[in-house]
T-cell receptor
Framework: DADVTQTPRNRITKTGKRIMLECSQTKGHDRMYWYRQDPGLGLRLIYY???????NKGEISDGYSVSRQAQAKFSLSLESAIPNQTALYFCATSETGDEQYFGPGTRLTVT | QKEVEQNSGPLSVPEGAIASLNCTYS??????FFWYRQYSGKSPELIMFIYSNGDKEDGRFTAQLNKASQYVSLLIRDSQPSDSATYLCAVGDSGYSTLTFGKGTMLLVSP
């Protein structure tokens, strides 16, 4: 079984809808991260968490929120999706904060 | 704003040749440096990390770090078509909490 899983893997939604992307890990890492990847812009950090009570904004947190339900689960929400949030979203985990291990990604399309 | 710069490529090399990928970074306080490989539509995969000036070798891969010049490189010896991918350079912050990624260099290895 994969160490880091993301659901759904693909999602098409309409402008204005609320959507949640979920990430689960079995690596036992405390640190979890959400990134988005856009062609030509690379990977950009949205939010990160060092434990269930420690949530931090990344470079591009506007329009997003997160929830750390447990050590193993970190969810990303788009409260009111807009087309420029169409992207590939990755969850990552880390034991130490530097070596990070990525999930398979969620391809989100907002129409 | 921390920046990590990479040539977008594509870098084309023949099978068996040495591929040289380069990266520069802006934050002099950075302590950790990573190379990720990403196949099209897949998640980034950690292939090398380096913390000290000099060279670090792992199989066909060698990472090189020069902190004075703020320069990191990845050499791939005996390049194979299966090495064709986008290579992401990532730099850790001084607090070992987050990574800043470059936009990646596409490598194409022709048979």
């Amino acid at each position: 079984d994969a160490d880091v899983t993301q659901t759904p893997r693909n999602r098409i939604t309409k402008t204005g809808k609320r959507i949640m992307l979920e990430c689960s890990q079995t690596k036992g890492h405390d640190r979890m991260y959400w990134y988005r990847q856009d062609p030509g812009l690379g990977l950009r950090l949205i939010y990160y968490s060092f434990d269930v009570k420690d949530i931090n904004k990344g470079e591009i947190s506007d329009g997003y929120s997160v929830s750390r339900q447990a050590q193993a689960k970190f969810s990303l929400s788009l409260e009111s999706a807009i087309p420029n949030q169409t992207a590939l979203y990755f969850c990552a985990t880390s034991e130490t904060g530097d070596e990070q291990y990525f999930g398979p990604g969620t391809r989100l399309t907002v129409t | 704003q921390k920046e990590v710069e990479q040539n977008s490529g594509p870098l084309s090399v023949p099978e068996g040749a040495i591929a040289s990928l380069n990266c520069t970074y802006s934050d002099r306080g950075s302590q950790s440096f990573f190379w990720y490989r990403q196949y099209s539509g897949k998640s980034p995969e950690l292939i090398m990390f380096i913390y000290s000036n000099g060279d670090k070798e792992d199989g066909r891969f060698t990472a090189q770090l020069n902190k004075a010049s703020q320069y990191v490189s990845l050499l791939i010896r005996d390049s194979q078509p299966s090495d064709s991918a986008t290579y992401l350079c990532a730099v850790g912050d001084s607090g070992y909490s987050t990574l800043t990624f470059g936009k990646g260099t596409m490598l194409l290895v022709s048979p």
